[in-house]
């Protein structure tokens, strides 16, 4: 925003383009994009948001083996208001869940969502009544990281892999690619076949062949199928 | 192999688990003669006809089932009785067997005078979740009996602030442990985010629930003065 407008030609017109380009990058753009982008990318400010075991081992990366501030997260920031990142570790009841995407509204823009653990990106284990089934159901997840719990080594490069995502970014486009609708705050990120979708065919020690609707996928099936 | 001894707690795994609808009201537990511990046998001479069984658990854990209905009076016996004084309240807590077999309530108390253990427990049908709080008997059962009550549905007849304390206060699918409740809930997956979405959260917590360093009503004199210096804010 502020660049556009303080630069001559600046602008978003699609008949004068000026020196950004309208939509297609120019020497110019690549130029800022690059410098901003370097910028972003090494002073990443993660929201450590750690409810389960995945929060040691992010406690972990921060300590002094690991050492997250080599890659510019030189600062745990617990206040959303100054983070970049969102790092979701560990499991997530529906009890916290609006505490969770109150978090993400908080966070200034640009910012980037982490799901930390199996728990986080899927529910995991916890396939019951009590557990959000998979965070992506409620904030935009950027990258998720395998593992229950996955190690420093696993933070560290899903906190990578968000710094090549930055370096990718234009200043073209953006803002387009995170406009996040204001009418959408505290509602779920997706839609009710989404979450279904997401959070079904695991099934449950007792009930392999149920979708969360309620819905049988797998007519006759027990759970004695599955031994071996 | 060797021979297998009957009774021993390896049959129990080839066996593998017991469906809940065996309906056969087994108790397990062994027989016992309540000479063995002081308090039953005062609770068998004094209340005799609220006293419905007792059995002995473990080698050593006495267990009485009592009448709901004078579940109040006999533990509020128990503790101010000198020669029995239960000034600790371990546990309090509930089973439920399913099959619509009566959900227990259980109270584990211990003695700190006399070194002195013992487990109550009330049979409730499930038509009649309902028993006195012993919340003016023993502080502590405050927290625990909303946690019965809201994973439960146990009413606490007396109780203070009976309100739900782990499951969101706008909770609409039930009550959780108990053997009808599925193990995913009630509500579909999307309607369960959207539900717990719009939660106001911040209505679930009362003003006091919110502020640190408050000093509770109850403490001594003596003790506010402590209290108070040491204080976070407001010390000068």
Redesign the interface.
Known sequence: MGLKHILPGGGTSATTGGIFGAGSPTFLTSKVDWIVNWGRRNSLWPMPFGTACCAIEMMASAASNFDLARFGMERMSFSPRQADVLICAGRVP??L???L??VWDQMPQPKWCISMGACASSGGVF????M??GID??VPVDVYIPGCPPRPEGLIYGLMMIQEKIRQETLTRHFEHRAEDPTRV???QV???E??E???PFG?S??QDQL???EVVREGSTSDDLLP | MTDKKSGSGLDAVDEGPISSDSSSADHGGDEADASEHASVAALKQRFADAVVRHRVYAGGQHVVWIDPEKSHEILSWLQADPDHHYDMMSDVTAVDYGNGRPVNVVYQMFSTVHKRELRLRCELPLDALEIDSIVDLWKVADWLEREVFDLFGVTFKGHPDLRRILMPQDYAEGHPLRKDFPLRGRFSRAEQTRRALAQDVERFYRAEDLSAGHIPQEVAPVEVGTLAQGEREGNS
């Open positions: 529906y009890k869940a609006p505490v995407r109150r396939d019951v009544y009590s959000v089934q159901t409620i505290a509602k779920p839609g009710d076949l979450v279904a997401l959070s079904g449950n007792t009930q969360s609707s309620g």
